[in-house]
């Protein structure tokens, strides 16, 4: 007899508190970059659940986020609500952190198999995020900005600058945020390290939820028995 395990009451509550971290991001001063793109803590705050909950745990938490943000509140960068954000030329990075939190959730788990979920390790796997983002946050910014990813404009000569606008999309989508990004980044690894030496069992009680069956991890009875007796 299976039972499954994978919508415990701590995960609930978990995915509900970081969906609420990954919200609190936004309520940054209203600061635009470049190309109609919005300043945030968005990015640190995805990769930090990401490399607390693991993969699932991560990916619900963003979409818990994303789904009360289309429904009409407005948790957005920059108080943008509901499908507005559509016209944004952001939008593309929004995807792209919804899918990069179960990657890099992914690979923290499995750095939590090897006991290795200190600073350096988890920074790699936050830095796996960045390329993720902007594979998607590009090719909508270009889009919106009518350029091409990589061609610079027909009529440009030369190397593109951004006060003439012969740019190429790959340019403007990635330039001036990502010293920003890297930043978050080594941020968002020793705010994980540390809650991780605070409560180190968080990535394996989320791989045991994740099984699906009370069967699927031969270690759970001795970690319960260690957790009773601690």
Known sequence: MFQHRGFTAQSIALVAVFAGLIAASTLTPEITLAAGVP????????????????????????????????????????GVAGFAIFARPSWGYLLGMLVAAPVVGLIAQLLARRGSLTYVPLLGAGLVSIPIIYAFGVPVLASKL??????????????????????????????????????????????????????????????????GSVHADEDAPEDEAARATA
Request: some cysteine; aromatic content about 8%; overall charge neutral.
């Open 39 to 78: 300043l945030s803590l968005q990015t640190f705050a995805v990769v930090v659940t990401a490399l607390v909950l693991g993969p699932w745990r991560a990916l619900a938490a963003t979409a818990l986020y994303i789904a009360v943000g289309l429904a009409g509140a407005p948790i957005f960068s920059n």
């Open 146 to 211: 009518g350029l091409n990813v990589f061609t610079l404009p027909a009529d440009c000569e030369g190397v593109g600058d951004f006060a003439s606008g012969c740019v190429t999309g790959i340019t403007v989508g990635t330039v001036p945020f990502l010293p920003g990004d890297l930043l978050k980044v080594f941020l968002a690894a020793l705010v994980a390290a540390a809650i991780h030496r605070a409560y180190p069992g968080l990535l394996g009680a989320a791989r045991r939820a994740a099984s």
